[in-house]
């Protein structure tokens, strides 16, 4: 498998589970029929509330979770892998719920989770504030990395992004496709998104395949702009500000001929302690 054809769905999920459901399966439908055998969904694909607080009372554990078990019943009836971006289910001790990402193999069993390790604590002003952590409990299972042969996921979702450690350590681990799904702030989604998203593939000689959440809910609208990002730092596919599939083809040669050209995962140094040095006045 050293060329694949991927899917990035881009969704305006709600509040509304049913209807979130009916959207994903026309779309991830139509990926299919458009050749894609890897699909990913965005962040948060079967729910999106304006009120994060309500999540604990609202989400469903996992194995009630009808998302979840829609795309089950997806992967297997098409043959097709589906990465369910992340889903929202309720934490074992009911109080808070977890953001996970869930990669589902062509026979509908779940081959991996991954739950989100950075929670989306930021003060970025007025209505743009937010405590992702008051219902979202942070990961705990570290660094993620699916080898499917040719092509190696690196697990992440949305705030993630920012962290750049993840990212090297998951392409020290091997990874060389990174997944990251997300429901991106309008604060900060037309300055940091794209560059963020070329930064991780430059940086670390990878694919990238980002779905993303679009639109607005309850007076409140996330960025769009799903991309797919070749090793090299270009766009191959690219969304805009409405619901939509984007595909493209992948290529495990060009990984290898970006990482032969720009050998940085080999040039890596240890760097020890930081020396601080007083100046000299």
């Known amino acids: ?67 979840l078990a829609l795309c089950r019943n997806l992967a297997a009836e098409l043959g097709i892998w589906i990465h369910a971006g992340s889903l929202l289910v309720r934490h074992e001790n009911g109080q808070r719920v977890w953001n996970r990402a869930y990669l589902i193999a062509p026979s509908g069993d779940v081959a991996a989770t991954y739950d989100k390790l950075h929670t989306f604590d930021v003060k970025l002003g007025g209505e743009a504030d937010f405590q992702e952590s008051a219902a979202v409990a942070p990961g705990e299972s570290g660094a993620v990395v699916v080898d499917l042969g040719d092509f190696r996921l690196g697990l992440s979702i949305c705030y993630d992004i920012r962290f750049s450690y993840l990212f090297d350590a998951l392409a020290v681990a091997g990874a060389n496709v990174m997944m990251i799904p997300a429901s991106f702030s309008t604060a900060t989604g037309p300055l940091h998104w794209e560059p963020l998203l070329k930064a991780r593939a430059i940086e ?50 060009l990984i290898e001929t970006t990482r032969h050209r720009l050998p940085v995962l080999l040039q890596r140094r240890d760097l020890g302690s930081p020396r601080i040095v007083p100046a000299k006045l």
């Open 1 to 67: 498998m050293t060329k694949l054809r991927v899917a990035a769905i881009q969704l305006n999920t709600t509040a509304d589970v049913k209807a979130n459901n009916a959207q994903i399966e026309d779309m991830v439908r139509q990926a299919a029929g458009e050749g894609a055998t890897f699909v990913s969904l965005p962040e948060a694909a079967n729910i999106l509330l304006r009120d994060n607080l309500r999540y604990p009372s609202v989400c469903l554990p996992e194995d009630e979770d009808t998302t």
């Open 204 to 253: 670390t000689g990878s694919y990238v395949i980002a779905a993303a959440q679009c639109g607005e809910r309850d007076g409140v609208w996330v960025h769009g702009q799903s991309r797919i990002i070749s090793p090299f730092g270009e766009v191959i596919a690219a969304a805009g500000e409405d619901p939509c599939v984007i595909t493209a083809e992948i290529d495990s040669a």
